[in-house]
C-alpha cells in the first residue's frame, strides 16, 4: 500500500478566513488523489477527484470556488477551504490511488473547527 | 446510483464471542469490494479487497467473504483491541468508492 500524512492534523480558525490543508504521499507516486469530508457518525462523502497537473473534478453538490485543489507535484495535494464558515466543520480526509484495482489507501485525516 | 448499507450500525461483544457484520450493496460494474477499520479521529485502514462473488480472504481474527448481493465480515473469538468502526466500500465503473456508514463494534474484556 501508499503511506499518506496529512497537515495539519487538527485546526480551529474565525469564520470567514481561508485553511490549507496538505496531503502528501510518502511512498509513492500519486496521479490520483481524493478528498472526502466525514461528519460525526457519518460516511466518507467523496468531495474531488485531484489529478496531478490538471484541475480537480468535483462531486455534485460541491462548491469548486470554495473548496480549491491543487496537485502541483505526484506526492502532494493541497485543500483549501476558502472563506470558512462553522458548517465547514467537519474531518476531512485524503486518499491516494495507486491504480489498477481501485484500492485506496488513506491519511490520518485533518479535524476542522471555524467558530 | 452506487449505494451501500451496513448492519447493524452498532455491535457490542463480549471478548471472545464470534460475530459477523453485514455489507449490503448495489453497483453497476463492480470493482471491488472493500473493507476498512477506522478508529476515532484516525483515517481509514485497509483491510480487504473482495472481487468476485465465492472469495474469501482472512487476517488475523477477520475474514471477509462477498456474494453478488453482499460481504460479510467474519470476527472470530474479538479482543477488546477490535473495537473500531468498520466501514465497507464499493469500487463501481468509475474508479471512485462509495461507503457505507460502518458498524460500531465495541468489544468489551
Known amino acids: 500500500g501508499a503511506v499518506v500524512s496529512q497537515h495539519p492534523s487538527w485546526v480551529i480558525c474565525k469564520s470567514g478566513t481561508s485553511v490549507k490543508i496538505e496531503c502528501r504521499s510518502l511512498?509513492?507516486?500519486?496521479?490520483?488523489m481524493f478528498w472526502y469530508r466525514q461528519f460525526p457518525k457519518q460516511s466518507l462523502m467523496l468531495m474531488a477527484t485531484?489529478?496531478?497537473?490538471?484541475?480537480?473534478?468535483?462531486e455534485q453538490g460541491v462548491e469548486k470556488d470554495k473548496f480549491l485543489i491543487n496537485h502541483a507535484s505526484l506526492t502532494l495535494s493541497t485543500l483549501t477551504v476558502t472563506s470558512a464558515h462553522p458548517e465547514d466543520s467537519s474531518f476531512y480526509i485524503c486518499?491516494?490511488?495507486?491504480?489498477?484495482?481501485?484500492?485506496?489507501?488513506f491519511g490520518p485525516g485533518t479535524r476542522l473547527t471555524v467558530l | 446510483e452506487d449505494q451501500v448499507t451496513q448492519s447493524p450500525e452498532a455491535l457490542r461483544l463480549q471478548e471472545g464471542e464470534s460475530s459477523s457484520l453485514n455489507c449490503s450493496y448495489t453497483?453497476?460494474?463492480?470493482?471491488?469490494l472493500f473493507w476498512y477499520r477506522q478508529d476515532p479521529g484516525k483515517g481509514p485502514e485497509f483491510l480487504f479487497t473482495?472481487?468476485?462473488a465465492g472469495e474469501e480472504k482472512e487476517k488475523e481474527r477477520l475474514k471477509a467473504t462477498l456474494t453478488k448481493k453482499e460481504s460479510f465480515l467474519h470476527i472470530t473469538a474479538p479482543k477488546p483491541e477490535d473495537s473500531a468502526t468498520y466501514l465497507c466500500?464499493?469500487?463501481?465503473?468509475?474508479?471512485?468508492?462509495?461507503f457505507g456508514k460502518g458498524t460500531l463494534l465495541t468489544v468489551n474484556p
Open positions: 453497483v453497476s460494474g463492480l470493482r471491488g
Open positions: 466500500a464499493v469500487g463501481g465503473s468509475n474508479y471512485k468508492l462509495t
Open positions: 486518499s491516494v490511488w495507486t491504480g489498477g484495482d481501485n484500492e485506496q489507501f
Open positions: 485531484s489529478n496531478e497537473g490538471s484541475k480537480a473534478t468535483y
Open positions: 511512498d509513492f507516486q500519486a496521479t490520483t
Open positions: 473482495l472481487y468476485s
